[in-house]
């Protein structure tokens, strides 16, 4: 069974420009959350996402958006992109029906904002 | 605010010896407690994890302690061994689809087994 893919890897971008990155859940997960790990705040939350709908966010700035497609595979886009958007992007999948369904986290995708 | 708290920041064992790392949480709505293993460069790995209607959960050389009353639960690693060299997270979580349906991570611990 294949894990969380998350593509691509690693990115290096401009201040102000945007980024997408993109994810696969596990097959038959209906719910993907996204995460921003930095070596300062830690394992920050995103948002997650259900059945297509935004089921939960956390407190971002509207730069950060994101969307779930019907096969449920996930993308996030950052806008006006800033040196403090430099992190490791994390998403994770689930089951999502029910509480205490297993977290499983991607790779991440290693953003570089120069 | 800071919902989950985690310590040591860091922790050096020797090999062959117990590595204790405690977690604190403040909101009872969380009703799920998972830890996860992070080696570099990789995503987080979901190690073990345990529901507050148990005390305890033991899984191989990993135990997870849980008091309720406290709020509070710790990771014991028993026979620690270079391997485990990592950073751990604890976590909590709601019930899914909630405002508290998401994971709220400890800081962190970097674990060092010296051989």
Known sequence: KAGVTQTPR???????????????????????????????????????YFSETQRNKGNFPGRFSGRQFSNSRSEMNVSTLELGDSALYLCASSLGATAGNTIYFGEGSWLTVV | QQQVKQSPQSLIVQKGGISIINCAYENTAFDYFPWY???????????????????????????????????????????????????????????????????????????????
């Open chain 1, 10 to 48: 690693y990115l290096i971008k401009t201040r102000g420009q945007q980024v997408t990155l993109s994810c696969s859940p596990i097959s038959g997960h209906r719910s993907v959350s996204w995460y921003q790990q930095t070596p300062g705040q830690g394992l920050q939350f995103l948002f997650e």
């Open chain 2, 37 to 115: 293993q992070q080696f570099p460069g990789k995503g987080p790995a979901l190690l073990i994890a345990i529901r507050p209607d148990v005390s305890e959960k033991k899984e191989g050389r990993f135990t997870i302690s849980f008091n309720k009353s406290a709020k509070q639960f710790s990771l014991h690693i028993m026979d620690s061994q270079p391997g485990d060299s990592a950073t751990y997270f604890c976590a909590a979580k709601g019930r899914s689809g909630g405002s508290q349906g998401n994971l709220i991570f400890g800081k962190g611990t970097k674990l060092s087994v010296k051989p």
